[in-house]
């Protein structure tokens, strides 16, 4: 897998050297102790400060662990088995909680994740190792400027994650797929009625990009049942509402043990032209 890697400064290949990736101009990125390697730019400004916080990765790994969630990662595991890729490249891969289940399809695929947060790359590469998964390798990097060989994946993934089209493309074999997650209109209106007064629906989803036809749009809805506080406060976390929400509206789940929630997601299947 190391040899799909490119240096971030300089895009030259990466080589394993001790415990060091270095390119032919002496960059050199080493390996943590759980096996992840730091490969954002250190020339660009904010690096140090990008991506999700411990305490944001934390919610999530939490709540994940209630298996609210594992019908979506089901749903998204079948899309991608039925296309047999080899490489597969999770953008903006947070905790892993996607990553390590592709890593599992029956093609066995080589599984890059790449993501901003520092602390979810962590964790993502400590669980992998823990799991004993030899076909996952986890980078901190910008998705924007990913630290790998252009052609060179079957399957991109996003999950609720910013769409790198330019950089998506260029990572992609020709006819590859590029698989989008993204928040259906009725996604999480049980857990916003629990908040405020007035509850309005996600917008519609109808993206494009340059250089993709969408060839399958699937949706995953159930509903869930939110058990625990601490799993609402986490589930909380994890969505954009709680950066906008108000102190009062916030304080409304304090003592709420069970929230009935839809859960719709819209997955979208474009193929590289």
């Not at 971030?8 to 101009?25: A, F, N, V, Y």
Request: proline share 4%.
């Amino acid at each position: 897998m190391i040899d799909l890697l490119i240096c971030p400064i300089c895009r030259l290949p990466l080589k394993k050297l001790g415990q060091s990736l270095k390119c032919e101009k002496n960059h050199s990125y080493d390996f943590a102790k759980c096996g992840y390697v730091n490969l954002l730019n250190p020339g660009k400004k904010n690096n140090a400060k990008a991506g999700d916080s411990k305490e944001m990765i934390s919610a999530r790994t939490s709540f994940f662990a209630s298996g609210a969630y594992s019908p979506i990662r089901d749903f998204l595991c079948d899309i991608v088995s039925e296309l047999s890729p080899l490489v597969i490249v999770d953008a903006g891969c947070g905790e892993g909680y996607y990553s390590e289940k592709l890593a599992s399809i029956d093609t066995h695929p080589c599984v890059f994740g790449f993501d901003m947060s520092k602390f979810g790359v962590e964790h993502a590469s400590k669980a992998s190792r823990i799991n004993g998964l030899e076909n996952t390798f986890f980078s901190v990097a910008n998705i924007f400027s990913l630290p790998i060989v252009s052609e060179c994946a079957d399957v991109v993934v996003s999950m609720f994650a910013p769409v790198a089209n330019e950089e998506f493309l260029r990572i992609l074999k020709k006819d590859a797929y590029l698989i989008i997650g993204a928040a259906g209109v009725s996604h999480l209106k049980g857990f916003k009625e629990a908040i405020y007064d007035d509850v309005y629906l996600n917008e519609e989803n109808n993206p494009s990009f340059d250089g993709f036809e969408l060839v399958s749009r699937k949706k995953c809805e159930y509903v869930a049942e939110i058990c625990g506080n601490e799993n609402i406060n986490s589930l909380f976390k994890m969505t954009p509402y709680y950066h906008r929400t108000t102190l009062r509206d916030k304080e409304k789940l304090n003592d709420i043990e069970k929230i009935r929630t839809e859960i719709d997601v819209d997955f979208f299947i474009f193929k590289k032209l």
